[in-house]
């Protein structure tokens, strides 16, 4: 199949009418905000309440549509798995996203979607990733050293979104970027911070001008850079896009590039920023768990100074194990949105075709009946016989199906290489005083910025 069929699916959903869906329970909440600001200000709590009242199939309105949510594994399976090709992400995530990461993996459907995640792809095999590595690793290593030598309190979450950002930056488009490093960097923090604040037009002085401003800027940089890299080569992720071909032979066009560029450095930054400050505020509130990664990280026999290797990260599995539960308990984007591309049914209820769906993983990452006790940090239930019997769609903090993130064994190298040098150097304990409170909606991030106490270990 050529790039010429698929370039423009014609898919044009319209939003099912409101009266379509008075026969599923639900509580629409209050005449033109909904339940927004039930969700803004306690997802989980909303959805709960939701559910224990009206079952694992409602009716709310939030953002100003009305939507079913549909809850639990099989939901999540229903959704994400799609064989049926029932559900669009295109027009799921495009109130949120379209504007500012137009066209990014997550932002495409079905043919469309597979061919350009198959020329992507290229840019996370072995050998990539091993420079991706090499990258990340020194960076990591800088940064802890950095800690190490200026211990005590720190506001760790705003500490760990300059890491990612620079880590992406670093590994993403390569160390010789000079000046304009920072230029980038800040037209990226404008775009994520536009991507969810709730003037949705970019009038004069609002967050949402800075982020059409900041995507110019990624635009112009990226469209420049484009001709420059090809001829040049390189090992960092731009370059390997700038190479990359479709099954036909065909380059990524520059547009295409400059969208999964963009929405790759997005994705790579602020979910693992969430996920790597939720996961240290779990070492820190569970000081056995932390010696015991400690003792697998000591166990490596890697000297402070010497560098990470694959089969180093290969020997963590208690360290994947924590930031498996550490996503459980704070999945990084706790709700994803879909639109029925045709009538389904689910539960029972028939749903019409433009209907905004959307699954939790957060509720479903928190069901007693799955995850007993499941407020409790226990990394132990992934090992390999606790997952034997789950459900395959229980967890899923990556998505799943298709729409699979690209990205997570990437995730999972940052994580264990971040693991290796923070606890091979650092403990860290909760600041005295203080219980970290989560905003979780619409990636979960510690309110007070998660205030910590690091401290050099021998």
Request: proline letters at 8%.
């Amino acid at each position: 199949m050529s790039m010429q069929t698929v370039v423009s699916p014609a898919i044009t959903l319209t939003p099912a009418k409101r009266t379509s869906l008075t026969h599923i329970p639900g509580d629409e909440g209050w005449p033109i905000v909904g339940r927004t600001l039930a969700i803004l200000a306690d997802p989980k709590g909303e959805v709960e309440r939701m559910a224990a009242k009206y079952g694992p199939v409602y009716r709310s309105r939030v953002l100003g549509e009305t939507s079913i949510t549909l809850l639990g594994p099989e939901a999540n399976e229903l959704v994400l798995f799609d064989q049926s090709r029932l559900f669009s992400s295109t027009h799921g995530w495009e109130t949120v996203l379209g504007r500012l990461f137009p066209r990014g993996l997550m932002l495409l459907d079905f043919d469309e979607h597979r061919l350009h995640r198959r020329a992507l792809s290229v840019a996370f095999k072995s050998g990539p990733m091993k420079s991706y590595l090499a990258a990340l690793d020194a960076g990591i290593a800088a940064r802890v050293a950095q800690w190490r030598a200026q211990p005590g309190p720190i506001l760790f979450y705003p500490a760990m979104k300059q890491l990612t950002l620079d880590l992406a930056a670093t590994s993403f488009l390569g160390t010789g970027i000079g000046p304009d490093v920072d230029a980038i960097t800040r037209a990226f923090v404008d775009m994520v911070a536009a991507a969810v604040t709730p003037i949705r037009q970019p009038l004069p002085g609002t967050q949402m001008a800075r982020g059409v401003k900041g995507r110019a800027r990624i635009v112009a940089y990226f469209s420049e850079q484009i001709p420059i890299r090809r001829a040049k080569g390189g090992e960092d992720l731009f370059s390997q896009l700038c190479r990359a071909t479709h099954e036909d032979g065909a380059l990524l066009s520059t547009q295409d590039i400059v969208d999964h560029m963009s929405f790759l450095m997005m994705a790579a930054h602020d979910t693992l920023t969430s996920s790597l400050t939720s996961f240290v505020a779990a070492l820190a509130a569970n000081p056995q768990w932390q010696d015991k990664l400690r003792e697998e990280v000591n166990a490596l026999g890697v000297a402070a100074d010497g560098p990470t290797t694959s089969d180093h990260l290969e020997a963590m599995p208690l360290a994947e194990m924590a930031f498996k539960e550490a996503m459980r308990m704070k999945p990084p984007v706790p709700s994803l949105p879909r639109r029925a591309t045709r009538d389904f049914s689910f539960a029972g209820y028939a749903i019409p075709a433009g209907t905004l769906v959307g699954i939790n993983p957060l509720f479903t990452h928190h069901m007693p009946d799955i995850w007993p006790d499941p407020e409790t940090f226990d990394p132990s239930r992934f090992t390999d016989e606790a997952q034997r019997g789950r459900h395959r769609f229980a967890w899923v903090p990556f998505g799943g199906g298709a729409h699979m993130c690209l990205g997570l064994h990437f995730a999972y190298m940052q994580a264990k290489c971040f693991t290796r040098h923070f606890l091979q150097n650092l403990s860290v304990s909760l600041q005295p005083g203080t219980t970290p409170d989560w905003q979780m909606w619409p990636i979960p991030k510690p309110k007070d910025g998660l205030r910590v106490v690091l401290s050099p270990v021998a």
